[in-house]
């Protein structure tokens, strides 16, 4: 059964730092992974999807790298904002299935 | 921007009532899904439907649930007599191609609290 962890748990950082979120998966059969943003009270917004034959994928500050041998990804947010406070969630579509399964997600908060 | 609605935002009923939760994923998607997060829980996955049948659905998804895309724009969840634990925030979801490839884009959310 696919499992997927996020670690820390939480985090928080002065502005302007650059900053990694992990997520890791037990299953490396994936058709990808998606990273997604969740306001308190909120949906989910989309930030990247990274298909299992890439290594990575780039939106404005956001980096997103997939290893899929060793069952991580990481979340690179560079020069984060005030904005960024959010709670960031990884998850992953297993292969034979349509379902992402989630991990449990990183609450940020980005200090003034 | 393109989005996925869902109505109602909050919806309280009484333990074993019906209830209906309404999306209207994006125009061109063909593959839509419902999630529900518990408060303070993972999100997880009920249901995927595509071609007007359901084409996978997890062990949540019991016979007390239901789905339907009743015309060309709305896609339902029924829950027939709810029970205190499925209170939780209930998300539509909707790609536009590729059954396993395709990202996934999510709407607000409905609040169900069953009392």
């Known amino acids: 059964k696919q499992e997927v962890t996020q670690i820390p748990a939480a985090l928080s950082v002065p502005e302007g730092e650059n900053l990694v979120l992990n997520c890791s998966f037990t299953d490396s059969a994936i058709y990808n992974l998606q990273w997604f943003r969740q306001d308190p009270g909120k949906g989910l917004t989309s930030l990247l999807l990274i298909q299992s034959s890439q290594r990575e994928q780039t939106s404005g500050r956001l980096n997103a790298s997939l290893d899929k041998s060793s069952g991580r990804s990481t979340l690179y947010i560079a020069a984060s904002q005030p904005g960024d406070s959010a709670t960031y969630l990884c998850?992953?579509?297993?292969?034979?299935?349509?379902?992402?399964?989630f991990g449990q997600g990183t609450r940020l908060t980005i200090n003034p | 921007e393109p989005e996925v609605t869902q109505t109602p935002s909050h919806q309280v009923t009484q333990m074993g009532q019906e209830v209906i939760l309404r999306c209207v994923p994006i125009?061109?998607?063909?593959?839509f899904y419902w999630y529900r997060q518990i408060l303070g829980q993972k999100v997880e996955f009920l249901v995927s439907?595509?071609?007007?049948?359901?084409?996978?659905k997890s062990e949540i998804f019991d016979d007390q649930f239901s789905v339907e895309r009743p015309d060309g724009s709305n896609f339902t969840l029924k829950i027939r007599s709810t029970k205190l634990e499925d209170s939780a925030m209930y998300f539509c979801?909707?790609?536009?191609?590729?059954?396993?490839?395709?990202?996934?884009?999510f709407g607000e959310g409905s609040r169900l609290t069953v009392l």
């Open positions: 439907f595509y071609n007007n049948e359901i084409s996978e």
């Open positions: 979801a909707s790609s536009e191609q590729g059954r396993y490839t395709g990202e996934l884009f």
């Open positions: 998850a992953v579509r297993i292969q034979g299935a349509q379902k992402l399964v």
């Open positions: 125009s061109n998607h063909l593959y």
